[in-house]
């Protein structure tokens, strides 16, 4: 059974950082993972995403030289460095794993959010 569990979430001030990690367990499969988040009233989107077991990194266009997604694959997590922080980037962080192959996970960004592996979540408040 796939688990994966956020955590590192929090309240920052405008231009702080953050690191969230998700711990990964019961996924075999060198398909992508990412981030991915949904600020009140909005729509989920992706933030970055990368194959598991190594690969490029895609990033949304709103978040490109600020976060960096990483992943340890000895100790199964996925991480999510935040630099810089807006208030726009406040919002519920989701880790999620993919349940089928892509040529190339920047496809990932935009995934079908009723499929693959989701974790519960954490929250992110930047304030200005």
């Known amino acids: 059974q796939v688990q994966l569990v956020e955590s590192g979430g929090g309240s920052m001030q405008a231009g702080g950082s953050l690191r969230l990690s998700c711990a990964v367990s019961?996924?075999?499969?060198?398909?992508?993972m990412g981030w991915f988040r949904q600020a009140p009233g909005k729509d989920r989107e992706g933030v970055a995403t990368?194959?598991?077991?190594?690969?490029?990194?895609y990033y949304a266009d709103s978040v490109k030289g600020r976060f960096i997604i990483s992943q340890d694959n000895a100790n199964n997590a996925l991480y999510l460095q935040m630099n810089s922080l807006k208030p726009e980037d406040t919002g519920m962080y989701y880790c999620?794993?993919?349940?089928?192959?892509?040529?190339?996970?920047?496809?990932?960004?935009?995934?079908?959010?009723?499929?693959?592996?989701w974790g519960q979540g954490t929250q992110v408040t930047v304030s200005s």
């Open positions: 990368i194959r598991s077991g190594g690969g490029s990194p």
């Open positions: 019961g996924y075999t499969y060198a398909y992508c």
């Open positions: 999620a794993a993919d349940s089928g192959v892509r040529p190339y996970c920047s496809s990932y960004l935009t995934p079908l959010f009723s499929e693959g592996y």
